[in-house]
């Protein structure tokens, strides 16, 4: 073998190689973790307030996700869409798709007011009262004012992400997340002689920022060249379209919904727990994004890729990215569970300086071993998250929905059983959410060993004269007969 395809075939510069998926999640990475520092910031600036504001706010922001996560599922699934178009060659029909997503993100203004209605009810009845609830209250009720916008983001979004220019998805996600940070340290700190809002002060910060990343990709994707290559000024509602939107992102949108929902439950019933647990909990799991949102990152980019290539019909490169994918994401997840074991206090330090505002020696003691927890099921998350990825890429999105309504339930209810009548302290939740991971991963595996979700299509294909492209490589298209519409393979 001469060098050139020596190289050509190398781990590197191969097909769906480190390489090609480098490209692709390396910008999503850096967006994730924009997500996470901007998270990160937050938490520091609401400890000035106090370690309550900090838990309130966390917790009240895992319940506003949860209560807009079906739809974020279904934006988000535009993705899918956009990159199996691309991959077959239909770039007309991306424009249509992200804009269907854009109307489905409006349409939860109409939810708004109740949601915000019910908000002090909701954290009462999880018996958290006093100035936790209060603060809860509050920060949920603003967030609901951006939670149309943050959708409607996320949809426009796709139109980057799903052909690979997650570059562009980059630059404007860390440039949101710098107007986040300004806005919060003018509203929470109180810069430039502005009276500090309190925890509302955050909120509103996430609100304007988020209006601003929508309005930013609306900008972008309507540009001259976008509206002629990809159709992108076709913004009317295409109800056949929404419904096939809804048909394979509404489980996935479901399964987001449970999954984000039982993990909300088991946060707010270990705060019931106590103010210390309370507190230990939420800036464990806010440590743990470092390990968790990057891994979200290649997940996205997973999705892309297996996307982008079952449109091309080579499912063998779908099985490449997931291994590189797989592979790399392994890697960085040992090494972050490592340092949590071995150096907790390196990513504590901030959090507990001396000064108004600071944690508690006992919380600080209590984050140290619940830690510990994290660093036994990081890697076993990386599985989950790439795995799912591939399902989700592929259209799997009713196994994903299904095992989500089983382990979601499991979750809550395992957790309400544990503290509520067996009497189980902070540790003994904590174990319990560890093996639920262990779980879930288990089961995406067999899943994706099984093999059936290389055969699936969330889109028409073409059928090129006599080559069908189901089984036809594309290039072996570009030389045939007019094209026609196919079925979607499930």
Request: charged letters at 15%.
């Amino acid at each position: 073998m001469s060098n050139g395809i020596a190289q050509h075939e190398s781990w590197w510069s191969r097909p769906a190689g480190g390489r090609e998926v480098l490209q692709i999640a390396v910008p999503m990475v850096v967006t994730t973790l924009s997500w996470t520092l901007m998270n990160f910031i937050d938490s520091m600036i609401l400890m000035k307030i106090s370690e309550t504001a900090m838990a309130a706010a966390y917790l009240a922001g895992i319940i506003w996700f949860a209560a807009i996560s079906l739809l974020w599922g279904l934006c988000s699934y535009g993705s899918t869409f956009v990159a199996q178009y691309f991959g077959d060659g239909q770039p007309r029909k991306i424009g249509p798709v992200v804009w269907q997503g854009v109307w489905l993100a409006l349409s939860f203004t109409l939810v708004v007011p109740l949601a915000r209605a019910v908000a002090p009810e909701l954290f009462a009845q999880f018996g958290h009262t006093g100035e936790l609830a209060a603060f809860e209250s509050q920060f949920f009720r603003v967030l609901c004012f951006g939670a149309p916008g943050m959708l409607a983001a996320q949809s426009l979004e796709c139109f980057y992400s799903g052909r690979g220019k997650t570059w562009v998805v980059m630059i404007v996600d860390s440039c949101a997340v710098l107007v986040n940070l300004l806005l919060a340290c003018v509203l929470v700190i109180g810069w430039w002689g502005i009276e500090s809002w309190g925890v509302s002060g955050a909120a509103w910060a996430t609100v304007i920022a988020q209006w601003w990343r929508f309005a930013t990709y609306a900008v972008l994707v309507l540009q001259r060249a976008n509206r002629a290559d990809f159709n992108t000024a076709a913004i009317k509602p295409d109800w056949s379209l929404v419904r096939r939107i809804i048909r394979f992102g509404g489980p996935s949108g479901a399964q987001m919904a449970l999954d984000v929902g039982g993990f909300a439950i088991f946060m707010l019933l270990v705060a019931r727990l106590g103010g210390e647990e309370a507190a230990a909990t939420s800036l464990t799991f806010r440590i743990s994004q470092l390990a968790f949102m990057p891994v979200w990152g290649f997940g996205m980019a997973t999705a892309v890729l297996v996307g982008q290539k079952l449109g091309e019909d080579r499912p063998e490169l779908a099985v490449r990215a997931t291994r590189t994918a797989l592979g790399l994401c392994v890697a960085y997840m040992g090494t972050i569970s490592l340092l949590f074991v071995l150096t907790p206090r390196l990513f504590l330090q901030t959090f507990f300086l001396h000064g108004e505002g600071a944690a508690l020696p006992g919380t600080e003691v209590l984050t140290l071993q619940l830690m510990r927890f994290v660093a036994a099921y990081n890697l076993f998350d990386a599985v989950v998250i790439i795995f799912v990825s591939v399902l989700r890429g592929a259209g799997d999105t009713r196994f994903v929905m299904t095992v989500s309504m089983f382990m979601a339930t499991l979750l809550a209810g395992g957790t309400a059983l544990a503290v509520l009548y067996l009497g189980a302290d902070v540790y003994g939740a904590w174990w319990f959410i560890t093996a639920w991971v262990w779980a879930l991963a288990a089961v995406y595996f067999l899943r994706y060993r099984g093999g059936r979700w290389k055969s699936m299509r969330v889109i028409d294909q073409i059928h090129y004269g006599h080559v069908d492209v189901v089984s036809a490589p594309k290039h072996q298209r570009l030389h045939t007969d007019e094209p026609e519409a196919a079925g979607v393979a499930e």
